[in-house]
């Protein structure tokens, strides 16, 4: 069965840092770019973060473009989202997606809730 899991969001005070992982299983992680994006209470969802399937090339939202950085870990199946610098702004809920350019497949994660807050 196809699964996202996301894991590491919590409470954090602006300035300071959360890592995100989002572990894959039941499809060919390898073969499928990876986002992240993130939903803020009364917002549209929103892309974040992206990584091509080998990793070597990624593309950020303006808004935490030099603050987050994605990458992956094909031998884990697992991606990851390091957010430093979080502003209130930054608390939404982040959400990891699959996504396959050849097969055209999509899958999604159920989560994990980031909040900034003094």
């Known amino acids: 069965q196809v699964q996202l899991v996301e894991s590491g969001g919590g409470l954090v005070q602006p300035g300071g840092s959360l890592r995100l992982s989002c572990a894959a299983s039941?499809?060919?992680?390898?073969?499928?770019?990876m986002r992240w994006y993130r939903q803020a209470p009364g917002k549209e969802r929103e892309f974040v973060a992206g990584i091509t399937i080998t990793g070597r090339s990624r593309n950020y939202a303006d808004s935490v473009k030099g603050r987050f950085t994605i990458s992956r870990d094909n031998a884990k199946n697992t991606v990851y989202l390091q957010m430093n610098s979080l502003k209130p702004e930054d608390t939404a809920v982040y959400f990891c997606n699959a996504y396959s350019v050849v097969g055209g497949y999509e899958h999604w994660g159920q989560g994990t809730q980031v909040t900034v807050s003094s």
């Open positions: 039941g499809f060919t992680f390898s073969m499928y770019a």
